[in-house]
């Protein structure tokens, strides 16, 4: 007749759809990616850091001062991206930028 039924549909999809939808999915990855960087940082960095987002494997951070800068792409980015890899199995995270910021 015309009615297309597939019958039940997954709660899995159906909770996809609602987290997409309301963009909740976003907000959880944000989230994760600012845990990782609180822990893989530490406070003393937290502090003049902040996490911009991730694109296409590259984690991008803001940051405070252009010494601080100098100092973590120099001499930390190695060490941090070691600590974020393992803080977040089943990331791809090829790199980390900073950038220089104020706020």
């Known amino acids: 007749m015309g009615t297309d039924n597939r019958g039940p549909e997954n709660i899995a999809d159906i909770l996809g759809k609602l987290f997409t939808s309301r963009g909740w999915g976003r907000k959880n ?3 994760r990616l600012e845990s990782a960087w609180a822990t893989a940082a530490g406070s003393e960095l937290l502090k003049d850091t902040q996490v ?18 100098s100092e973590l792409t120099q001499f930390h980015k190695r060490g941090l991206l070691t600590k974020l890899r393992l803080s977040m199995p089943g990331v791809t995270l090829t790199d980390l930028k900073f950038r220089a910021a104020s706020w």
Do not use: W
Request: proline letters at 0%; charged letters at 30%.
């Open 29 to 31: 990855d944000r989230m």
């Open 52 to 69: 911009l987002g991730m694109r296409r494997g590259v984690l991008e951070v803001a940051v405070r001062n252009a010494v601080l800068l």
